[in-house]
């Protein structure tokens, strides 16, 4: 049993008077300086795997089942409006499932922002955690889920055969939340991103964790909640994106209880996120012009300028007031990049290699999603390049920029990875 970490606060959350907001952390957070998750946390993952099958509440339920739902589910949930709600809700009744073997617990996320330089060293992959690749016929031998088996389809091992490269840094991570001015262009860049980049290489060709199967694998979870806290992140940086969705907010969310109105605020929900080394300041231009802390936003322009230069040439500052309208930007990245990237003219550092390890201090891109895996998920291609492009960008001219220095860089990884898988 862990100790519990509440923030008590006073207020009306769950119909109590005192009420509790419970702190879901980062994997950093547990332990003073790497990313293992507590003891207690993985242990109560393992009973849930090994109890028997729970009823029609969702708390009841074991691991196996929560893995057939994300399954049963698969086509109302991905690349739809539901993606954001719809998880949120999904990882909750996890969460819930946990609790009801230790009460203490919250569920943890994976800010793989910070480990975006090297995610094959991850310390999310130590066997003390939730193991590495699988080894003989591909299945999962150490940590966590070692020797688990997965029951989608046919009833065989977890499978994990990573193929790592590069996830989404803080900074291209950061501009693309900034670059959102409503639900659809946060929920377009999100999904075919970030969210995909981690989903492809943890899971690889064979791995259940990219593909619909992925919740048989319990990183998912911790994926899952920092894809939720993404999402809290854009919602409170201006009051209108509260409640901003592109469907209807009373669509239900089967199998589960509940509309998505019911799960817009995650303090009605009694949980928060911790801040992580990976949370840069955001600055999202908001709809009404306010921020939710009541400070008129101001416009990205270190990378906004930079950018809008970068698609068109000649470009003038006064543009810089179209940046942040979607559209326009996309627009004018194909108009330049027909046949995909080039560095600006303007700058004089290229991204380093994807295995170019050498250089301690500069950000590589996010690595491209295979066509492959595009299809077999039957995403957007379009979507999937334009997030990429957007993020290529914003990591160069944060790269260009004198004396910058990610918290996820090679020089800091040490630092919040240091049980021995980074050579
Ligand atoms: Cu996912």
């Not at 969210?195 to 911790?222: E, K, R, Y």
Request: proline fraction near 6%.
């Amino acid at each position: 049993m862990g100790y519990p970490y509440w923030i008590s606060t006073v207020g009306l959350c769950c119909g109590l008077l005192l009420t509790y907001i419970s702190l879901r952390r980062s994997n950093f957070n547990f332990t003073f300086g790497h990313g293992l998750i507590a003891g207690y946390v993985l242990k109560a993952v393992q009973q849930l795997k090994a109890r028997p099958a729970g009823g029609n509440d969702p708390a009841t339920w074991n691991f196996d089942q929560f893995a057939q739902t994300h399954w049963d589910y698969q086509s109302n949930n991905h690349g739809t409006p539901m993606f954001f709600p719809w998880h949120r809700m999904f990882v909750l009744q996890y969460e819930k499932a946990l609790r009801s073997i230790d009460p203490s617990i919250t569920q943890p996320y994976w800010d793989w922002t910070l480990d975006s330089q090297h995610p094959q060293s991850s310390d999310i992959f130590h066997s003390q955690n939730f193991g590495g690749n699988g080894q003989s016929g591909n299945c999962v031998q150490d940590g966590v889920s070692a020797g688990w088996s997965s029951v989608i389809f046919k009833p065989s091992c977890l499978k994990r055969c990573s193929s790592f490269s590069t996830f989404y840094s803080p900074e291209a991570l950061t501009g693309l939340i900034n670059q959102a001015l409503d639900y659809k262009s946060l929920h377009d860049a999100i999904e075919n991103g970030p969210h995909a980049s981690v989903h492809n290489q943890v899971g690889g060709t064979c791995g259940d964790f990219a593909s619909m199967a992925s919740a048989a694998d319990p990183i998912f979870f911790l994926h899952h909640a920092m894809v939720d806290k993404i999402w809290s992140k854009w919602q409170s940086a201006c009051t209108t994106n509260i409640n901003s969705f592109e469907a209807d907010p009373n669509s239900p969310m089967p199998p589960f209880n509940g509309v998505v109105n019911d799960v817009f605020d995650t303090n009605g929900l009694c949980y928060s996120y911790s801040s992580s080394a990976g949370d840069l300041a955001l600055s999202v231009s908001c709809p009404n012009g306010k921020a939710s802390n009541g400070i008129p936003p101001t416009i990205d322009n270190h990378w906004a300028e930079e950018l809008l230069q970068a698609l068109i040439v000649g470009a003038d500052s006064q543009r810089i007031t179209f940046i942040g309208k979607r559209d326009v930007q996309i627009e004018a990245i194909s108009a330049y990049h027909p046949n995909g990237y080039s560095l600006n003219e303007n700058y004089t550092i290229a991204a380093p290699a994807f295995d170019d390890l050498s250089d301690l201090v500069h950000l590589r891109h996010p690595a491209p999603i295979p066509d492959y895996h595009i299809k077999m998920m039957h995403m957007n291609e379009t979507l999937v390049r334009q997030t990429e492009l957007i993020a290529m960008k914003i990591t160069d001219d944060y790269n260009n920029r004198e004396g910058y220095c990610s918290p996820a860089a090679l020089k800091h990884f040490n630092k919040h990875n240091h049980l021995g898988l980074y050579q």
